[in-house]
């Protein structure tokens, strides 16, 4: 039996490198594929702090009845990230185009000096520019009214039994200002 020979040698060795590389790389493709994507987080900035807002609530359609009705996957973290504004700076929301691209209701909650007297305003994706990407939200609006809270939520259309239609919040971000 004769000796391999150089050229022999090195591309059994070039082969097994090849075999090697095309393994890792289906290896890494399938494992890419495969990773579960994070939700969604929003960014909240106020008075030189940015903080990062994961979801309080996230569903994603899961199906469809055959009476047409939606079937939702959900988690909730019920968590409420906190961020100090003090009065008179503004509060400034940094959306994911996958947010502002969607129908969204940002619930802002002030309270009077006496703290017992709570205001919701409300503000939709129709009061800005289609594909707005920041909103600014004001910490006093009035003298007397203080931001404490904002919950921005992705909705959808929905109908009760009785045939009322409304909007339903699948996804929803919270922040405790103060």
């Not at 702090?49 to 569903?59: D, E, I, M, Q």
């Not at 409300?122 to 009035?142: C, E, H, I, M, N």
């Not at 007397?144 to 919950?151: D, K």
Request: charged share 15%; glycine share 4%.
């Amino acid at each position: 039996m004769t000796k391999p020979n150089t050229r022999t040698i090195v591309a059994l060795a070039a082969a097994a490198v090849l075999v090697v590389i095309v393994a890792v790389a289906a290896v890494v493709t399938v494992a890419v594929h495969n990773a579960k994507k994070p939700d969604p987080s929003i960014t909240a900035y106020a008075h030189g702090k940015a903080v990062t807002v994961a979801p309080y609530r996230y569903c994603t359609v899961a199906g469809m009845s055959e009476m047409g009705q939606l079937s939702l996957n959900c988690h909730e973290s019920n968590i409420t990230v906190p961020l100090n504004v003090p009065p008179g700076s503004p509060l400034q929301i940094s959306l994911p185009k996958k947010i502002a691209n969607a129908p969204w209701i940002m619930m802002r909650e002030y309270v009077f000096p006496d703290g017992r007297t709570h205001v919701r305003d409300v503000k939709t994706y129709q009061d800005f520019k289609p594909g707005t990407l920041a909103v600014t939200v004001p910490s006093r609006p009035t003298p007397n009214l203080r931001l404490v809270g904002i919950e921005l939520q992705l909705v959808m259309p929905a109908r009760d039994e009785s045939g009322r239609e409304f909007y339903a919040p699948y996804q929803v971000w919270s922040i405790k200002t103060a």
